[in-house]
């Protein structure tokens, strides 16, 4: 049972809600941060609802998060709280930089003022890579971002960076490339495959739209991810991490196996949508763990097909759930 305390932003998100099921494992008192809604949002946290603390709180509200951090005193802060959908920066910039990107500032500001000595992650991005300068992308790799997204996360690694060397505060970013599961939001692009795969196969559609097949990622499981933003925060210095799995595949490479998974062609259903195609794109991306693998001593358990097929069962044990709720239906 350990005593300490961890403060995250993006609770009610598909990498805050493993994260608290992690901590809570290790024995961490855990608080999260969530925004007030007139329909609450819980449910990838409802299974630990009771083994966690709610603070309501916002990255727009200096004084809410100065509050969050008064009554957690928080030994650990993890901030993933963020707009996060990269077509929806384009549509919202400004929101986007305020999120994803001054937020940032006003949770180091807090800490700074109130908390100097609590350790703080910041979710940073591959995204920052862009148009990438070298392959495979390390934490040298020089950032391009491609969308206002991407130059969000690129100010918000760099403030965390400059609060670690202003300030000596124990600050670490952590370069995550994709990271996917069966939480993950249905607009990304594995999760829509999947999901439509699901309802393809129950016959409640016929086909996927999508934008980019060629565009390539370094896809791996969130629930490896967690774990290395945790053993970041227990190492004596801090710094910055690339975690990746390593490998890159294409878009069209996922919808293949996400078909071929429930005996299906994917070229049968797949249409291509130039609307999806965005105004810039990030065309490969993967990632070197290296430093990850030897200074934290991480490592991933789930590989590509893994994911897929995790996605895919997942999603079709969620349809017949739901079809089985509407039966029972008076
Ligand atoms: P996600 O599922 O979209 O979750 C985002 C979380 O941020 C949600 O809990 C959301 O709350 C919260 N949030 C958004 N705006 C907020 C605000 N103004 N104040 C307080 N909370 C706010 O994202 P994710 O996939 O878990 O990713 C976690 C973090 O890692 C994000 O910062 C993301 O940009 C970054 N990241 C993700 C990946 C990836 O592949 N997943 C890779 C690299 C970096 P609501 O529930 O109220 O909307
Ligand atoms: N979303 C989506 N929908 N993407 C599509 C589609 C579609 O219909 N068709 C093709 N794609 C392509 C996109 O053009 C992009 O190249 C790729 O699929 C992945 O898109 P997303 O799943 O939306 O993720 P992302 O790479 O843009 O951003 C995710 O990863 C980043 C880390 O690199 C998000 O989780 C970000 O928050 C994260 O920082």
Known sequence: MSDRTALITGITGQDGSYLAEHLLELGYRVYGVVRRSASENFWRIAHIRNDIELIHGDLLDQSSLDQAVLRSEPDEVYNLAAQSFVP?????????????????????????????????????S???????????????????????????????????????????????????????????????????????????????????????????RDWGFAGDYVRAMHLMLQQEAAGDFVVASGETHSVREFAELAFAEVGLDWQDHVVQDPGLIRPAEVDLLVGEPRKAREQLGWSTTVDFAGLVKMMVQADLEWIERQRNKRERLP
């Open 88 to 124: 929806t920066s384009w549509e919202q910039p400004l929101l986007t930089g305020e999120f994803t990107g001054l937020g940032v500032t006003r949770i180091l500001e807090s800490l700074r003022r109130l908390d100097k000595e609590a350790r703080f992650y910041q979710a940073s």
């Open 126 to 216: 591959s995204e920052m890579f862009g148009r990438v300068r070298e392959v495979p992308q390390t934490e040298l790799t020089p950032f391009h971002p491609r969308s206002p997204y991407g130059c969000a996360k690129a100010y918000g690694h760099f403030i965390t960076v400059n609060y670690r060397e202003s300030y000596g505060m124990h600050a670490c970013s952590g370069i995550l490339f994709n990271h996917e599961s069966p939480r993950r939001g249905l607009e990304f692009v594995t999760r829509k495959i999947t999901h439509t795969v699901a309802r393809i196969k129950y016959g409640l559609a016929t086909e996927l739209r999508l934008g980019n097949l060629d565009a390539r």
